[in-house]
Every structure is written in structure tokens, then in C-alpha cells.
Nanobody, 119 residues
Framework: QVQLVESGGGLVQAGGSLRLSCAVSGSIFSMFNMGWFRQAPGKEREFVARIGWNGGSPSYGDSVKGRFTISRDNTKNTVYLQMNSLKPEDTAVYYC????????????WGRGTQVTVSS
């Protein structure tokens, strides 16, 4: 069974940085493209970033471009989200998700980690 566990969330002041991690177990990590999503209270889930199985083809949501960086370490079965220049509007629960290489959707999701940015 594939499991995803996020960590690294917390409270940070505007302008600060956080790095989220997502550890994947239960399958071969390099068989998945990985993504980060977020959901703020009362809002729909929003795409944040995506990275290919080999670390290629990173892409970002418009609201985080230039501030967030997604990366992965296939030797550690972990995907990261480096978040810089954080804004109060980045406050949300952040989820990582795994997509099989042959799929157009994300089949596996973590439980999320809370990120709160104070002004």
C-alpha cells in the first residue's frame, strides 16, 4: 500500500521560508510523478507544483512561480517543496500526491501539513 507522509509545516512570518517534505513508502518511488497541492479554508484545492519521475519537467501554479521550488530525491523516496517569500495568502493545508507514470490523475494522497503565514 502506497503511503505519503508530509512534514515541515508550521507557523512563519510573511517573507519567511519553509521546506516541506513528503516521504513515500510502499512502492517504487521513481514510478511516480509527484505533485503538491494546497487547500485554504473555504477554498477549492489548488495546484502548487509538479515534478516528473526523474526530477524533470517541474511546473508551478501561477501564484507560486518564482517563490516555490519542487525537488525530489529518489534515493530517499522523498519529494520537497521549498517555499520562499511566503505571503499570508499561502496559508493552507499542503498535500503531496503521487501519480502513476501512465496516469493523468493523482492516485495517492498524503494527509497534509498545515502552513500558516502571519502578516
Amino acid at each position: 500500500q502506497v503511503q505519503l507522509v508530509e512534514s515541515g509545516g508550521g507557523l512563519v512570518q510573511a517573507g519567511g521560508s519553509l521546506r516541506l517534505s513528503c516521504a513515500v513508502s510502499g512502492s517504487i518511488f521513481s514510478m511516480f510523478n509527484m505533485g503538491w497541492f494546497r487547500q485554504a479554508p473555504g477554498k477549492e484545492r489548488e495546484f502548487v507544483a509538479r515534478i516528473g519521475w526523474n526530477g524533470g519537467s517541474p511546473s508551478y501554479g501561477d501564484s507560486v512561480k518564482g517563490r516555490f521550488t519542487i525537488s525530489r530525491d529518489n534515493t530517499k523516496n522523498t519529494v520537497y517543496l521549498q517555499m520562499n517569500s511566503l505571503k499570508p495568502e499561502d496559508t493552507a493545508v499542503y498535500y503531496c500526491a503521487a501519480s502513476k507514470l501512465t496516469s493523468f490523475s493523482y492516485e495517492y494522497w498524503g494527509r497534509g501539513t498545515q502552513v500558516t503565514v502571519s502578516s
